[in-house]
């Protein structure tokens, strides 16, 4: 037994050795022999060495999504170093981990424990780096305010580096906040200033980001030829650095410009093709990504029971996964499912658990969504006060987080509501707020609908001319975003008021007053 102990002990040097050294020259070891090997060298003293070895293991195990032992092992990383820069890493870490599953409080602290010590070791970029992760923690939890002081922070740190990388990094974070307050322009402004800091690095990776996000705000602006002329060019880079996870973004931003222009069958080879290639290199994140974006094309076509399949799929995942934030999306789609199928108590079921999960993770912009959803569902099944009650309470929220795209939502569905007690002026009253925040913010799919309801009401008011006016601004708007569904509406609103009119025009021949108001 002790010759036995004493043998292993004095292999242990040179076995740890030779597997580091495999390490070193690229050959692959499993992660559960580079765990073994990482703890021996703990007991044997080596902490740098084992710091090194559980690293890489941890890494691995969050590339494949294995998130609970990534996380024990950089927490284990943690407990025995005493290398600031390689801690300050480690949190980093730990932060995006949190941030992904949705573990907001933990994933702050966690940066913040890597800005405190960035800051001891005075390292500008580094603290920038955090700032900015930090910033998109934020900025995911629909708290844009304190997102932007985050990159302002670390826009004042890169000015001192002069580095284009971080400076890259910066504008991306500027502009997709100014994106999210659809502030287009200034968002656009920032991005082409990311692009022009990522042409100055020479890298092709930070050029693909930054047309990524000039994309993504066409996109968000209805500009979907704009969109797709930015996406090819990320596809042509992903192509040229062959580059899996570049190839599967550009065909799944190409498959969502693709379903908004209506081609339905390109979308879906975008998005096949996306989730076949995920599924080639194990990423389970844009497998789920790919199958999310499948899912919400079948629910458009009508094919619910694919598309039940899928997120039934997905939400196996994720549960096995712990991932609450992703379920909680899961929940609204499996929702929005039963919605189509007009099983409104079953939707509201599948709205409900994702509210609930959504207030433990304290996303206000999700809750917000879930509330939106419950309300629309209230009002479907006439139970008009309950729904006014929640949508009240949803513009409460989206007001709180500047969620301008969020309250114009509640005007226009408080707006139908209303029209729902045949209460017309009050309910032109929420449709012309929505009008009004609609046009400041270039939301034109907010302000096609938001002018056509409007139209509508002002028609049963016997306001023609009104009526008229905003009928003009439904179909300007409409035929500028292309969406025909849209269209269809507003050609069956031109018939209503065609009718109205020849009625008018027949009552003044005949000299008859005529009130519309029902």
Known sequence: MYTDLRLRFDNFKPITENALSALKSFQIIHKDDLERTGLNFIRGGNFRKAAHCLEQCADEAWKNYEISRA????????????????????????GDIYSHTGKTESAEESYKSAYVLAKSHKCENTKAKV???????????????????????????????????????????MGINFRARKKYYIAQRYFKCELKEAIETGKKEYIYYAYENLGN?????????????????????????????FLIQSNINLGKTSYYQGNYDESRYRFEYSRQMSKTINDHINIAISSENLANLYLTTQNY??????LNLLLKYYLKCNNQKDIAYVYTALGNVSYFLKKYKTAIKYYHKSYILNKKLNNLKAISFSLGNIGVCLKLLGQYTKALNIIRKQIIIDKKIQNLEGVIRGYINSGTIYNNFSNYRTSVKFHERAIRLSRKNNLRHHLTVASYNCSEMLLKLGNLKKSKKYYEIALKTGLATKNQEDLHHINILKTKINQHQEVLNAAKKQSIKIDFHE
């Not at 066409?218 to 996870?245: G, H, P, T, V």
Request: proline share 1%; hydrophobic share 30%.
């Open 217 to 245: 705000c066409n996109f968000n602006k209805s500009n979907y030829e704009f969109a797709e002329n930015s996406y090819y060019k990320c596809l042509s880079i992903a192509n040229e650095l062959k580059n899996k996870k």
């Open 71 to 94: 996380e024990k092992i950089y927490k284990k990383i943690l407990s025995f170093t005493d290398n600031n820069a390689l801690a300050t890493r480690i949190y980093i870490k730990l």
């Open 131 to 173: 700032l900015i992760k930090s910033g998109d923690l934020y900025f995911k939890n629909g708290n844009l305010v304190k997102s932007l002081a985050e990159y302002r922070k670390a826009r004042r740190y890169a000015a001192k580096t002069n580095d284009p990388e971080i400076n890259s990094m910066v504008y991306r974070g």
């Open 305 to 310: 029971r694919q598309a039940k399949y899928l």
